[in-house]
């Protein structure tokens, strides 16, 4: 298969004004990564899928990421005078990146037998802007799992034709697989009026006493 | 009350109209979870007319632990026993999978015994796993009994194997990053050598008695057609493509372990029907037969696990990777992100068995309730994978 770079300029070349960035992986598996921007996001997929050369018609993972803001801190060694002598210093610069989510595609080819090309993309946020374009329409084996990573990590995919939850329940609200996310104490709380449990129903609940009058049930002293 | 005879013919029925006639008009039904047919809980979502299936929506989640989360709570080598929960049935691949993509993750070797001790507890487990598709899928038929005990009779010899090595029939957690926990001694290799000697008889008996019957063709060929352009797209693996004539199994395509030391043929099907992942069950057992004794005559002494790795306190470089295996039922993927620390910061399972499930509906379309049971039961789906 050619390499990354050759990919990246060919695509480049066939979908004008497209963003592409080469994400560097550190480990000893080399795989590295094409982050490609949210609006060409399909053209670039079509691309991949189409090319006489590449014809990554399979695309075996799909999967999302969860990143929370943090900060990249990088010492870099410069050179400096210092009392009229150059001496090298370390300097850190301390770098903030704000959280977002992240949705990752293995594609490999069926026919040439070669693989794997990853792109990914990034939401503008972890909240009202998580939207991703859905690339179900390119590869149909990514609908069940878009709906996975919309289910657990609550990216929206524009164009998905049947987003619904897959693995939680309809009703459920969170999304579980968030770094931030916390577990309620019981997913099947049913109050019972007695002493502590009663405390605790109290707070799950709003008081309804023209329904049950259960707010007048006091603790056995 | 109890109803008589003559109440029932006494009671005013309601006049026959033709607006209470069935035609045109969609049933809906939900099949499962509590069905014996669905191979755990699973439900499927069916919009009837009559008899003949226009709209069928799968629904699950019903074993969903949150598997992933758990894995990133934990440390690497601590989702090790956590990987045989998810395929039960195969717990050897699924180690071998996340062994793998953790090995690729942080670069280490693994020594030439383990290679080869990993490739025929993979084909044991395969074989043990198509066995026992063939027979619960002839139980779904209604054939009740016979073959399933035919086939489990198999499965128990090298599930036995599988015990007298890693201690555990089902749950093996056996593979270790850099190799394997317990090196097979003389007595297991022949006792496997055996086992794969009388292989081929079972499989002959096997066909004999199911692949040429009557009634299980006139049950499987031409229902559930799946043509090889969407099987490719909806990213389905393992027999199931196969039976659409696609020629693509990671073990020829990616060459892991020691696969390209061995000679073996990719059985291809030609309609894409049921009958056809039916028998591409029935004729790699008989490739993984002749992997395991290329295997058995190959395998030297040795050392079972890499020294250098560190077991206690592993932290495998910062970055990120996928591995992937050609499990009993497909291709099954792990994709870590590492940051660093000792438990993954990603760690991802790409399930056969969830994915081969995308085109349910596209092939169930048209056919009839009763063949809906028999289309599910040849795609081979374990829950514990499938919800995760």
Redesign the interface.
């Known amino acids: 298969m050619e390499a990354l770079e050759q990919i990246k300029s060919r695509i480049e070349a066939a979908v004008p004004g497209v963003k592409i960035e080469i994400v560097a992986?550190?480990?000893?598996?080399q795989?590295h990564s094409l982050k490609i921007d949210n609006e060409h996001a399909r053209d670039v997929a079509k691309f991949l899928r189409d090319d006489p050369v590449l014809r990554l018609?399979?695309?075996?993972?799909v999967?999302g990421?969860d990143w929370l803001d943090r900060t990249v801190k990088k010492t870099v060694k410069v050179k400096k005078l210092v009392d009229g002598e150059e001496k090298e210093v370390a300097e850190t610069t301390e770098e903030k990146i704000s959280g977002y989510l992240e949705a990752?595609y293995?594609l490999?080819s069926?026919t040439h037998?070669h693989g794997?090309v990853?792109i990914r993309m990034r939401t503008a946020d972890r909240a009202e802007k998580a939207c991703l374009p859905s690339l179900t329409p390119i590869?149909?084996?990514a609908?069940?799992?878009e709906r996975e990573i919309f289910d657990?990590y609550g990216i929206r995919f524009d164009g998905h034709p049947d987003l619904r939850r897959?693995?939680?329940?309809d009703e459920f609200e969170d999304h579980?697989?968030r770094k931030d996310y916390v577990q309620p104490d019981d997913f099947e709380w049913e109050p019972t009026p007695h002493d502590a449990v009663l405390a605790r129903a109290k707070q799950h609940y709003a008081p309804r006493p023209q329904m049950d009058g259960a707010e007048n049930i006091a603790a056995p002293q | 009350m109890i109803a008589t005879v003559e109440t029932l013919e006494a009671m005013e029925r309601p006049p026959v109209t033709m607006s209470s006639r069935l035609e045109g008009e969609l049933l809906e039904v939900s099949m499962g979870p509590q069905h014996p047919s669905t191979h755990g809980v699973f439900r499927m979502n069916v919009a009837l007319e009559g008899e003949v299936v226009r709209k069928l929506k799968p629904v699950f989640g019903y074993l969903h632990r949150n598997h992933e989360q758990i894995g990133e709570h934990t440390t690497y080598l601590g989702s090790m026993p956590y990987t045989d929960r998810l395929d039960y049935f195969c717990s050897m691949t699924n180690n071998w999978a996340y062994a793998l993509s953790v090995e690729k993750l942080s670069g280490i070797e693994v020594p030439e015994r383990a290679e080869y001790l990993r490739v025929i507890l993979a084909e044991l487990t395969r074989l043990q796993n198509h066995a026992s598709l063939l027979g619960f899928l002839l139980s779904d038929m209604g054939a009740w009994g016979t073959p399933l005990m035919y086939a489990f009779r198999e499965r128990e010899k090298i599930l036995d194997l599988f015990e007298s090595l890693a201690g555990s029939r089902m749950m093996c957690d056996y593979m270790r990053f850099g190799g394997c926990r317990v090196d097979a001694d003389d007595n297991w290799l022949a006792g496997t050598r055996k086992i794969a000697d009388r292989f081929p008889k079972f499989l002959d008996e096997f066909d004999e008695l199911i692949l040429g019957n009557e009634i299980v063709m006139a049950r499987t060929q031409n229902v559930g057609k799946l043509s090889a352009d969407l099987a490719i797209s909806a990213g389905i693996t393992g027999p199931m493509l196969r039976a659409c004539g696609v020629n693509y199994d990671v073990r020829k395509a990616d060459g892991y372990g020691f696969y390209p030391r061995f000679k073996f043929r990719i059985p291809l099907g030609e309609h894409g029907d049921t009958y056809d992942r039916l028998m591409m069950r029935a004729l790699e057992m008989r490739e993984s037969v002749q992997i395991l004794k290329q295997a058995l005559a190959q395998i030297q002494p040795g050392p079972i696990v890499n020294p250098k790795v560190k077991i206690r306190a592993f932290r495998p470089p910062i970055g990120e990777a996928y591995g992937r295996i050609e499990a009993p039922k497909g291709e099954l993927g792990f994709y870590l992100i590492s940051d660093g620390g000792p438990n993954p910061y990603r760690y991802r399972v790409r399930p056969p068995s969830f994915i081969n499930l995308t085109i349910l509906e596209d092939m169930c379309l048209g056919h009839t309730v009763a063949d809906v049971m028999v289309i599910l039961g040849s795609v081979d789906i374990v829950m514990g994978e499938v919800d995760r």
């Open positions: 992986n550190g480990s000893p598996s795989q018609d399979f695309c075996s993972n999967t990421v990752v293995h490999y069926m037998k794997p990853i590869w149909r084996s609908e069940f799992q657990l897959i693995l939680m329940w579980p697989m």
